[in-house]
């Protein structure tokens, strides 16, 4: 594993929107993610590919301390995620959430923005507004008091989009929002993704794909529990990093 | 004739000095249980109530032993810190065993109420409680209700309401994406205790009106009677209230009219009559309008939104 | 011979949970615990009818009219959870208390037959021995034990006889439907199983109090073996020791018998829960501490491996600011790789890996 960057910290900070060092996470024994030090760069399309298991979603989400951390430190911007919370959103998995639960599609997106709200607060006509905008963009304007099992799941897809839009963060991450969407989804969700990056925003996503790796990204992450390569796709994207991903896990004993 | 009879008995509830509290107190735990119980169903628990109701009988034994009094405030109170105990004892189960949730419920159920029989037996014995207590725990004591009574159990219900409208989007958020409400900072697992503490309460005003087996139908039924009818949350909360409130008054005017007739049943197949008739007659997912559009499908062709299959949408609504 | 009544009530309670633990274990191991909290309210409606139609508390009648009410709730549950309107649970808490209301209401508007509350929640078991059966003027011994015994009969062979059908449907459901019409039936039989276990350990122990000798013997069994054999000898053992110490407490402090009971297994399941070997919260406790020191131990060490890789040093202090700990937990740390030679400090205080330390990581990289 190699550090590509000798640069000094400011300049690191300048660069890069998070910076992973020591990180591990492991549920009970099994180590999940092991021994990680990653920095995501600013304004650019991350992929995380890796096999089944490998801690894809667990990286992000011990970026944003959903899982206890075991070993390490994530910091955002210089900062703890809790202290610099609204610089980051978050796309679960589609298969997270009940899609019986009795909302609409605009009600979900508008739920993007309860963080900035706070305690107590309620939704006004402010916020349906922005929540309004936000599912025009993802081209769902028609849809917005429909009940959210009754979209598709490409739909469904772009309405957890539009309210990780509502939040208006730096960095995106987002677990696997291109699995087993419709063709216009997977091409209004890129186009929009490539709007943020010329913002400068940054995007981190956990892509099951291959073959689309080079198409779609600036940059890869390749992990299988430890960290095997990371930094621009043309450097690293090789076939010899993907054998080292993607070959046969080895038993840790503990 | 019958027009009139039903007139008078309506009436009644406003003249009639002890029906007007049976209706009230009924009312009042049917708003309280429709609006919380939408949450108990959204969340997957419906029987968790039923647990924790029958789990607050240890509270009422152990309150009255050492408070020595039958003060009912005190007495909801241990009821209310067992029933809540109860919750919690469940939740370990299932978090520290391989002991899934319905045997969990199942253990919390049975063993609390058992410690409870035993505790009433010997209250019996040195001389303290009736049998009367547990018949009351058992059925409920709505037509047993004074003014002192219901006036505790509005204090208890507004005390709901007011948690529930001040974290109304912490709830909402909770329930249906936990993962990205902790995303954005919400202490997801105080909202929870939050939550279950409410609840808790509402299973407490139940037990006082319709007793702790029947308790559980009021949690369950108005909300899944208003998910018929809706697929707004607050709507659903709204209605699922007023389906509640409903079933109490109707429960007490008709157990008024004849001598002996417990309230608390009433009131529950009142409530499940309510829930059939949504089940038949709403207009998005009911039964009659369904054959009815089936009907009508054949002559319309399908717009290609719906990418999901008809079964699919059959079974939305999924309470 | 004049058998002693204690022995009639205790054989009475130990015949109860015998039955009902045994059944329980495919309740709780088929997720269907709280179907045996529905029957037991609802048997009330079957019951009630049963009474009115024959004038009278007949057992048979009783206990036919208790089943059928079982299937009933069964049945109406399954109907409306197939529906695709309401989740199984909610189901169950619609029906019974539905069921259980109409079978209150015809109670107390029956008037001229009495139901007592008390015996229907917590049943009567004081008076087992003098509810006895007479065969020509003989006194052949109380009239529950005797149903009861025939009862276990009928369960001892219905899980006998159907073991390995229990077996398949219980365990792999995915299997058994394609072994035919088997699983569905033994479903049902396993449902009426259930209901008439239910009814007639009512009249002992009451409503409430079956369900628990259903459900918390077969869990804490749940807790201590794999085997379904084991489960059900084990589940049958602890439902019969707390049938016993029950009843002895509640003659020592002057309590409910069937209250005491239920306490018991409860007691017994959690002394299993806190400290059972393997899975008790005890030993997990015990062995969690031990993992997660085991983890953080690789941790360490794989971080000093790393660092010096980078020219990097790794001291006590930089460790707990590196890797996010305490400063008390690396120093604990510290002093133990030290200990146990994995590494060992040179010139500047720092840490280096030792051969044995080498070795060690190594098992843990990639």
């Given at each position: 594993?190699?550090?590509?960057?000798?640069?000094?910290?400011?300049?690191?900070?300048?660069?890069?929107?998070?910076?992973?060092?020591n990180?591990?996470?492991?549920?009970?024994?099994?180590?999940?993610?092991?021994?990680?030090?990653?920095?995501?760069p600013?304004?650019?399309?991350?992929?995380?590919?890796?096999?089944?298991?490998?801690?894809?979603?667990?990286l992000?989400?011990?970026v944003?301390?959903?899982?206890?951390?075991?070993?390490?430190?994530?910091?955002?911007?210089?900062?703890?995620?809790?202290?610099?919370?609204?610089?980051?959103?978050?796309?679960?998995?589609?298969?997270?959430?009940?899609?019986?639960?009795?909302?609409?599609?605009?009600?979900?997106?508008?739920?993007?923005?309860?963080?900035?709200l706070?305690?107590f607060?309620?939704?006004?006509?402010?916020t349906r507004?922005?929540?309004?905008?936000?599912?025009?963009?993802?081209?769902?304007?028609?849809?917005?008091?429909?009940?959210?099992?009754?979209l598709?799941?490409?739909?469904?897809?772009?309405?957890?989009?539009?309210?990780?839009?509502?939040?208006d963060?730096?960095?995106?991450?987002?677990?696997?929002?291109?699995?087993?969407?419709?063709?216009?989804?997977?091409?209004?969700?890129?186009?929009?993704l490539e709007?943020?990056?010329?913002?400068?925003?940054?995007?981190?996503?956990?892509?099951?794909?291959?073959?689309?790796?080079?198409?779609?990204?600036?940059?890869v992450?390749?992990?299988n529990?430890?960290?095997?390569?990371?930094?621009?796709?043309?450097?690293?994207?090789?076939?010899?990093?993907?054998?080292?991903?993607?070959?046969?896990?080895?038993?840790m004993?503990? | 004739?019958?027009l009139?009879?039903?007139?008078?008995?309506?009436?009644?509830?406003f003249?009639?000095?002890?029906?007007?509290?049976?209706?009230?107190?009924?009312?009042?735990?049917?708003?309280?249980?429709?609006?919380?119980?939408?949450?108990?169903?959204?969340?997957?628990?419906?029987?968790?109530?039923?647990?924790?109701?029958?789990?607050?009988?240890?509270?009422i034994?152990?309150?009255?032993?050492?408070?020595?009094?039958?003060?009912s405030?005190?007495?909801?109170?241990?009821?209310?810190?067992?029933a809540?105990?109860?919750?919690?004892i469940?939740?370990a189960?299932?978090?520290?065993?391989?002991?899934?949730?319905?045997a969990?419920?199942?253990?919390?159920?049975?063993?609390?109420?058992?410690?409870?029989?035993?505790?009433?037996?010997?209250?019996?014995?040195?001389?303290?409680?009736?049998?009367?207590?547990?018949?009351?725990?058992l059925?409920?004591?709505?037509?047993?209700?004074?003014?002192?009574?219901?006036?505790?159990?509005?204090?208890?219900?507004?005390?709901?309401f007011?948690?529930?409208?001040?974290?109304?989007?912490?709830?909402?958020?909770?329930?249906?994406?936990?993962?990205?409400?902790?995303?954005?900072?919400?202490?997801?697992?105080?909202?929870?205790?939050?939550l279950t503490?409410v609840?808790v309460?509402?299973?407490?005003?139940?037990?006082?009106?319709?007793?702790?087996v029947?308790?559980?139908?009021?949690?369950?039924?108005?909300?899944?009677?208003?998910?018929q009818?809706?697929?707004?949350?607050?709507n659903?909360?709204?209605?699922?209230?007023?389906?509640?409130?409903?079933?109490?008054?109707?429960g007490?005017?008709i157990?008024?009219?004849?001598?002996?007739?417990?309230?608390?049943p009433?009131?529950v197949?009142?409530?499940?009559?309510?829930?059939?008739?949504?089940?038949?007659?709403?207009p998005?997912?009911?039964?009659?309008?369904?054959h009815?559009?089936?009907?009508?499908?054949?002559?319309?062709?399908?717009?290609?939104?719906k990418?999901?299959?008809?079964?699919?949408?059959?079974?939305?609504?999924?309470? | 011979m004049?058998?002693?009544?204690?022995?009639?009530?205790?054989?009475?309670?130990?015949?109860?949970?015998?039955?009902?633990?045994?059944?329980?274990?495919?309740?709780?191991?088929?997720?269907?615990?709280?179907?045996?909290?529905?029957?037991?309210h609802?048997?009330?409606?079957?019951?009630?009818?049963?009474?009115?139609?024959?004038?009278?508390?007949?057992?048979?009648?009783?206990?036919v009219?208790?089943?059928?009410s079982?299937?009933?709730?069964?049945?109406?549950?399954?109907?409306?959870?197939?529906?695709?309107k309401?989740?199984?649970?909610?189901?169950?808490?619609?029906?019974?208390?539905?069921?259980?209301?109409?079978?209150?209401?015809?109670?107390?508007?029956?008037?001229?037959?009495?139901?007592?509350?008390?015996?229907?929640?917590?049943?009567?078991?004081?008076?087992?021995?003098?509810d006895?059966?007479?065969?020509?003027?003989?006194n052949?011994?109380?009239?529950?034990?005797?149903?009861?015994?025939?009862?276990?009969?009928?369960?001892?062979?219905f899980?006998?006889?159907?073991?390995?059908?229990?077996k398949?449907s219980t365990?792999?459901?995915?299997?058994?439907?394609g072994?035919?019409?088997?699983?569905?039936?033994?479903?049902?039989?396993?449902?009426?199983?259930?209901?008439?276990?239910?009814?007639?350990?009512?009249?002992?122990v009451?409503?409430?109090?079956?369900?628990?000798?259903?459900?918390?013997?077969?869990s804490?069994?749940?807790l201590?073996?794999?085997?379904?054999s084991?489960?059900?000898?084990?589940?049958?053992?602890?439902?019969?020791?707390?049938?016993?110490?029950?009843?002895l407490?509640?003659i020592?402090?002057?309590?409910?018998?069937?209250?005491?009971?239920?306490?018991?297994?409860?007691i017994?399941?959690?002394l299993?829960w806190v400290?059972?070997?393997?899975?008790?919260?005890?030993?997990?406790w015990?062995?969690?501490?031990?993992?997660?020191?085991?983890?953080?131990?690789?941790?360490?060490?794989?971080?000093?491996?790393?660092?010096?890789?980078?020219?990097?040093?790794?001291?006590?202090?930089?460790?707990?600011?590196?890797?996010?700990?305490?400063?008390e937990?690396?120093?604990?740390?510290?002093?133990?790789i030290?200990?146990?030679?994995?590494?060992?400090?040179?010139?500047?205080?720092?840490?280096a890996?030792?051969?044995?330390?080498?070795?060690?990581?190594?098992?843990?990289?990639?």
């Amino acid at each position: 594993m190699e550090q590509k960057s000798s640069k000094k910290n400011s300049e690191s900070e300048k660069e890069y929107s998070v910076i992973i060092k020591n990180l591990s996470v492991t549920y009970r024994t099994e180590p999940a993610l092991w021994n990680i030090d990653l920095n995501f760069p600013k304004g650019q399309m991350i992929a995380i590919v890796g096999p089944n298991g490998a801690g894809k979603s667990t990286l992000i989400k011990a970026v944003m301390g959903l899982v206890p951390i075991t070993a390490g430190k994530v910091s955002i911007f210089g900062k703890t995620y809790s202290k610099n919370r609204d610089k980051v959103a978050y796309v679960p998995q589609r298969g997270s959430v009940d899609w019986d639960f009795p909302t609409d599609a605009l009600d979900v997106v508008e739920m993007g923005l309860y963080g900035k709200l706070g305690w107590f607060r309620r939704p006004n006509s402010k916020t349906r507004n922005l929540a309004r905008e936000c599912l025009d963009k993802v081209g769902l304007s028609n849809y917005a008091d429909r009940q959210i099992g009754q979209l598709s799941g490409g739909q469904q897809q772009r309405v957890f989009l539009a309210r990780a839009l509502a939040q208006d963060a730096q960095i995106y991450l987002m677990d696997e929002p291109l699995n087993g969407v419709d063709v216009i989804t997977e091409k209004t969700i890129l186009s929009i993704l490539e709007n943020l990056k010329k913002e400068g925003k940054t995007i981190v996503m956990v892509h099951h794909e291959l073959q689309t790796v080079d198409k779609y990204f600036d940059w890869v992450v390749m992990v299988n529990r430890n960290l095997i390569a990371n930094g621009p796709i043309k450097e690293v994207f090789t076939k010899i990093n993907l054998d080292r991903t993607y070959q046969e896990k080895q038993r840790m004993s503990i | 004739m019958i027009l009139e009879e039903i007139l008078s008995i309506f009436l009644g509830i406003f003249t009639d000095y002890t029906l007007r509290y049976v209706a009230l107190g009924s009312a009042i735990l049917g708003i309280t249980s429709g609006a919380l119980g939408c949450f108990t169903v959204l969340r997957k628990q419906s029987l968790f109530g039923d647990a924790i109701a029958h789990a607050a009988l240890p509270g009422i034994g152990f309150a009255y032993l050492f408070a020595g009094t039958k003060d009912s405030l005190v007495l909801m109170l241990g009821a209310a810190i067992f029933a809540w105990f109860g919750g919690m004892i469940t939740l370990a189960i299932t978090s520290t065993t391989r002991i899934k949730q319905d045997a969990a419920l199942g253990i919390t159920l049975s063993v609390f109420f058992g410690l409870g029989i035993v505790l009433l037996s010997y209250l019996q014995s040195i001389g303290g409680a009736s049998q009367g207590g547990l018949d009351r725990f058992l059925f409920g004591q709505a037509a047993a209700l004074i003014e002192s009574d219901v006036i505790n159990l509005g204090i208890l219900s507004a005390l709901c309401f007011t948690i529930l409208i001040l974290f109304y989007k912490e709830f909402k958020i909770t329930t249906f994406d936990s993962s990205f409400g902790q995303s954005l900072g919400f202490p997801i697992k105080y909202l929870n205790v939050l939550l279950t503490s409410v609840i808790v309460v509402a299973v407490v005003i139940g037990l006082h009106t319709v007793g702790v087996v029947l308790m559980v139908s009021m949690l369950i039924a108005p909300a899944a009677a208003a998910r018929q009818w809706t697929s707004n949350l607050k709507n659903m909360i709204i209605l699922s209230a007023i389906f509640g409130g409903l079933s109490g008054i109707i429960g007490s005017m008709i157990s008024s009219t004849a001598e002996g007739m417990s309230t608390g049943p009433v009131i529950v197949i009142t409530i499940t009559a309510i829930l059939g008739i949504s089940f038949v007659f709403s207009p998005k997912q009911g039964y009659l309008f369904k054959h009815l559009r089936n009907q009508r499908k054949s002559q319309i062709s399908l717009d290609n939104i719906k990418t999901i299959s008809d079964k699919e949408k059959e079974n939305h609504g999924n309470i | 011979m004049e058998i002693s009544s204690d022995l009639i009530i205790i054989g009475t309670a130990v015949l109860v949970a015998a039955n009902c633990a045994s059944i329980g274990v495919f309740l709780v191991l088929r997720k269907m615990a709280m179907m045996s909290d529905a029957i037991s309210h609802s048997v009330l409606l079957g019951i009630v009818i049963a009474v009115f139609a024959v004038g009278g508390r007949e057992p048979v009648a009783v206990i036919v009219g208790g089943v059928l009410s079982g299937i009933l709730t069964i049945s109406l549950v399954e109907l409306l959870y197939r529906s695709g309107k309401l989740k199984q649970d909610s189901s169950i808490g619609i029906i019974f208390p539905f069921l259980f209301a109409i079978g209150v209401i015809l109670v107390t508007q029956a008037g001229n037959v009495h139901i007592d509350v008390e015996h229907v929640l917590y049943g009567s078991i004081e008076f087992a021995p003098f509810d006895t059966l007479y065969l020509d003027e003989l006194n052949i011994g109380s009239k529950s034990m005797w149903v009861l015994g025939i009862l276990a009969i009928a369960n001892v062979s219905f899980i006998v006889i159907l073991y390995k059908e229990l077996k398949i449907s219980t365990f792999d459901k995915s299997l058994a439907l394609g072994a035919g019409l088997m699983p569905l039936l033994v479903h049902y039989l396993l449902m009426i199983m259930v209901a008439t276990t239910a009814v007639v350990a009512f009249e002992s122990v009451g409503a409430i109090l079956v369900i628990a000798f259903f459900i918390v013997p077969a869990s804490a069994a749940f807790l201590l073996t794999d085997r379904l054999s084991r489960m059900l000898v084990l589940s049958v053992s602890l439902g019969i020791i707390s049938a016993v110490t029950g009843y002895l407490f509640a003659i020592f402090a002057d309590v409910s018998i069937s209250g005491s009971m239920a306490t018991i297994t409860g007691i017994i399941f959690g002394l299993i829960w806190v400290f059972g070997p393997n899975r008790g919260l005890v030993s997990r406790w015990r062995r969690i501490s031990k993992q997660r020191f085991e983890v953080d131990l690789g941790i360490v060490l794989t971080h000093i491996h790393k660092e010096l890789g980078s020219d990097r040093q790794v001291s006590t202090s930089s460790m707990s600011n590196s890797l996010g700990w305490t400063k008390e937990y690396s120093k604990k740390l510290s002093e133990f790789i030290q200990e146990q030679k994995f590494v060992e400090k040179n010139a500047q205080g720092n840490f280096a890996l030792t051969n044995i330390g080498l070795k060690k990581v190594e098992n843990y990289s990639n």
